[in-house]
């Protein structure tokens, strides 16, 4: 089986079973995002404890790339510090735009997304969680 079928097949699998998907009732953080070329929207919402990320939930209408990318993203930031995350946003986002393959061992699990970036017109969609997480720190 090739990487590109195991991204694709793992990319499918956050989409139709997104994780924790939903949306928190009394949040610390809560953040949107829209992306008018595609249409998508999203809400996050974040309970910390200090500054470290206690739960998540996402909340999605939109297409299949930006669904998998908030789920994988919910699951990449749990029990994580706000920093640390923000941090890795970053380093993500630079792999998006980078031609080589390589990327760091931090953000190795999101190489499934990473791996869409030829798909230029996909970015903003695997992009808009990740929007939404860096406006919740800009809260804190």
Known sequence: ??????????????????????????????????????????????????????????????????????????????EKTLSEVISRSKEFSESLGKDNEHISETIETLRPLIALKPHRSRIKCIRLAWDALEDCASQH
């Open 1 to 78: 089986m090739s990487d590109k079928t195991i991204y694709r097949d793992l990319l499918l699998d956050h989409a139709r079973r997104p994780r924790n998907s939903g949306c928190l009732e009394h949040p610390d953080l809560r953040a949107s995002a829209y992306n008018p070329l595609c249409g998508d929207e999203l809400e996050l919402t974040l309970v910390l404890s200090g500054d470290t990320i206690q739960d998540c939930k996402t909340q999605v209408r939109g297409c299949t790339i930006c669904i998998a990318s908030a789920s994988m993203m919910s699951e990449f930031i749990l």
